[in-house]
């Protein structure tokens, strides 16, 4: 029964999605919000706002009828957060700093804070504050179980946020890690998982509704919605998965980050047939 309640809930993720989607991309555009794509086409940014939007009325109507309890309350702090410091990113960045260390070198060397640098700390908060709810280890476990937490969190977040650099890349990720969480938490606790899996697959429908246009050229979901991504991924693998399941993805994550700071992540594509291949998936 609970797969079929998750199974329902992506499937009225995905039909809410679709009507809203074109309303949102319209709204940006007439509001001048557009950036040139990869072929200097210009198309609006931030459309990853849907993913939020979408969330927000789903849960809200399962919360109603008795299909959700206190935890989508975290949840959608967490995604609503991220995604409004996201947005604020896409609004009023720049790029004259880029990756974590760009802006933190900014905002410690130069005294100058950047929006990512923002984002950033902001990210760090909301991690923090989502991690208390997991209610992990006692005394001075519990401390270490929070940073490890809020570590996952936050670098999920700026982990989806690296991804999103050629249509359709940060959710084919998404995409993957999230089968991955969900296999290896049903295994972890599989009488605890199924709420928060169907919180990730709220979001998992409202993205498979939202994929054609990325996967076209014609949005940008933007940090507003690479952001909701990460911090969906992060915030189902803190309350789903084992501790050697938490360790070893923050390891993941961590290895990931530094990999990026030093290479560009394209280029490392481009030259892996295998990594080429689904990096073109549906893309023109």
Known sequence: MAWVYIAGLMAVSFAVTRPMLPQIMGMLTEAGFVKPNYRKEEIPLGVGMVFFFSAVLVLT?????????????????????????????????????????????????????????????????????????????????????????????AFSANAVNLLDLRPGRAAKGFLLIGVFITVAGYFCSPELSGEYIAYLAVIAGSLLAYLPADLKARAMMGDTGSNVLGAALGFTAVFILSIPFKAGFLLLLLGFHLLTEKYSLTKIIEKNKVLTYIDMMGRR
Do not use: P
């Open 61 to 153: 109507g399962a919360a109603v009828v008795g299909w959700a309890n206190r935890g989508v309350y975290a949840f959608l702090f967490a995604v609503g957060g991220m995604c409004f410091f996201g947005l604020i990113d896409d609004v009023f960045g720049t790029r004259h700093a880029t990756g974590l260390k760009g802006h933190f070198k900014k905002l410690l060397l130069e005294k100058e804070l950047t929006t990512g640098a923002l984002k950033a700390l902001a990210g760090g908060v909301i991690a923090i504050l989502v991690s208390l709810q997991a209610g992990d280890g006692t005394g001075f476990d519990r401390w270490i179980f929070l940073l490890l937490n809020s570590l996952i969190i």
